[in-house]
């Protein structure tokens, strides 16, 4: 949605985006709390509705009966049913962690569509991961609120302590599953293979294997990662029929990036490529490089 090459649409997405954030995001999060399924829109959804502007507007008004003008129409009502209201406020300022984005200059506004790509795609990884595992895993007894308790402990687990699905301050150094070095990554890989295992189909060798810490081997710390990114990759195809969302190295600018990696090179996932093995030294968070805003 975010790869267009024209900059104020653009700058169009991401404003309307971030003024609807925190709402989209609390809708998600109730839909996560009760069990239920919401229901995704299709890439052309967001797009007619995060390029809505005045223009927009007025070229509706002046051909209501437009075939267009009726799918856009449609997509707003989508939303308001959705939202409870088709558009946010434009008076409102778009704003992302107190930062006010519409005054800011070129490098800080690329800065801050790098974050945006990061936050949407680790809310959409722990909410696909979420669906998939309740899809896999079905409660057995669908009013026993002690399995929900379970199941929401342990995928909670897969993601830092202070990581909710609405981030109440931007992260400033590298953890969770993207944290640069194995060390740092074991118990969340380690809380990632106790899901998986529970799974239908799942490896034996991931079933049986001992607890991942940061004791293991490095070697068969970075296999165990590699065979749980292809099964999570490759079961949720199989489910979705498409790709999944993955998590993504945090965004940092080359003048602050706090946590770079001082060892062996490392090995990225990479969107619509092949998957490297890591080698032995070094290790590959499951994890593509960082997030590409063009």
Request: aromatic share 8%; charged share 25%; glycine share 4%.
């Amino acid at each position: 949605v975010v790869g267009t090459d024209a900059p104020e649409r653009l700058k169009r997405y991401v404003l309307r985006w971030l003024r609807i954030r925190d709402a989209w995001y609390y809708l998600i999060s109730r839909h996560l709390d009760y069990g239920e399924a919401l229901h995704p829109l299709k890439a052309p959804q967001w797009r007619d509705y995060l390029n809505m502007s005045s223009l927009v507007q007025k070229d509706i008004d002046l051909a209501p009966d437009n075939k267009r003008s009726k799918q856009i129409v449609a997509v707003l009502d989508t939303f308001a049913q959705l939202l409870g209201d088709s558009s946010p406020d434009e008076s409102v300022v778009a704003k992302w962690f107190n930062v006010d984005v519409e005054s800011l200059d070129e490098s800080a506004w690329r800065r801050v569509l790098r974050q945006v790509a990061w936050d949407v795609a680790e809310v959409g990884f722990r909410v696909e991961l979420t669906e998939l595992d309740r899809y896999l895993v079905p409660r057995s007894a669908p009013g026993d609120d002690r399995e929900r308790i379970e199941r929401d402990a342990l995928l909670a687990r897969v993601f830092p302590a202070n990581r909710g699905l609405i981030l109440k301050d931007f992260p400033t150094a590298t953890d969770g599953l993207e944290a640069t070095h194995l060390d740092k990554r074991s118990a969340y890989l380690e809380a990632l293979r106790q899901v998986l295992s529970r799974w239908p189909g799942a490896p034996d060798n991931m079933k049986s294997c001992p607890a991942l810490t940061s004791s293991n081997s490095t070697i068969f710390v970075a296999q165990m990662e590699r065979e749980m990114a292809d099964y999570y990759c490759a079961t949720f195809f199989r489910v979705a029929g498409r790709a999944p969302v993955l998590p993504r190295c945090l965004p940092f600018s080359p003048l602050t990036n706090i946590d770079a990696p001082t060892g062996p090179e490392t090995a990225v996932i990479a969107p619509n490529d092949s998957v490297s093995v890591p080698n032995a030294s070094g290790s590959a968070p499951i994890t593509m490089s960082r997030p590409s805003v063009s």
